[in-house]
């Protein structure tokens, strides 16, 4: 029979005990990402994404929703195909903007372009507006965000209170800067064959 000294006995314990440490610690680095076809935006902590329902229009392609930031959500959706644009894109944007705040929007931050960690352009602008609820005027921040991939023209409305108005914007604004596109071309081998 085999015996064991104690300190083997102690030396299998710390590996068993590290190796399980380690295993959590990958598990909860994983990041949370936003996936659409070889589009991805890396949200920070407290970011979650929110199931699109059925009925939903077909560019709207993700919903984000913060679980820090009462009230806080973002919307993404993509506009595919050669009539679309970045003006039109925007155009789609600004209507919808006017359609949330029917009691009148003012532009807090003109149009900037931010260079994004996977290097696209983005084009962000900050808006507030005034929503009607139950009679009561309520006042929001929306920033917007336009970026050109070659899955489509990517389109993100944020909403939130106004009192919450900078939370947001920091995390968009991380958010944008972190938007990836990975191309089929420049995949590993082995990924070339995945669709989101």
């Known amino acids: 029979m085999f015996k064991r000294s104690c300190f083997s006995q102690v030396v299998w314990l710390n590996i068993c005990v590290f190796g399980l440490i380690g295993l959590a ?11 659409y076809r070889d ?17 939903s229009e077909k560019e709207l392609i993700g919903s984000l929703k913060s679980q820090d930031i009462p ?9 595919k195909g050669g009539r679309h ?26 149009e900037t372009k931010v260079k994004t960690d996977g290097g696209l352009t983005a084009v962000v602008e900050l808006w507030r507006g005034a929503a009607d609820a139950s009679g009561t005027a309520v006042f ?3 920033p917007m965000g336009i970026i050109d991939t070659e899955a ?21 604004l991380k958010i944008i800067q972190s938007a990836k596109y990975e191309s089929a071309s420049h995949r590993p081998l082995g990924l070339q064959n995945q669709n989101n």
């Open 39 to 55: 589009f991805s935006l890396t949200l920070p902590k407290g970011w979650v994404k929110e199931d699109i329902s059925k009925g």
């Open 71 to 79: 009230g806080t959500s973002i919307l993404i959706l993509c506009y």
């Open 152 to 172: 489509g023209w990517i389109l993100m409305l944020g909403f939130t209170p106004d009192a919450t108005g900078a939370q947001l914007e920091e995390a968009f």
């Open 25 to 35: 610690t990958l598990v909860l680095a994983q990041e949370n990402v936003f996936d």
């Open 140 to 142: 929001l921040h929306a």
């Open 85 to 110: 644009n970045y003006s039109s894109v925007r155009i789609v944007g600004l209507k919808t903007i006017a359609s949330v705040f029917p009691k009148g929007q003012e532009m807090l931050k003109k």
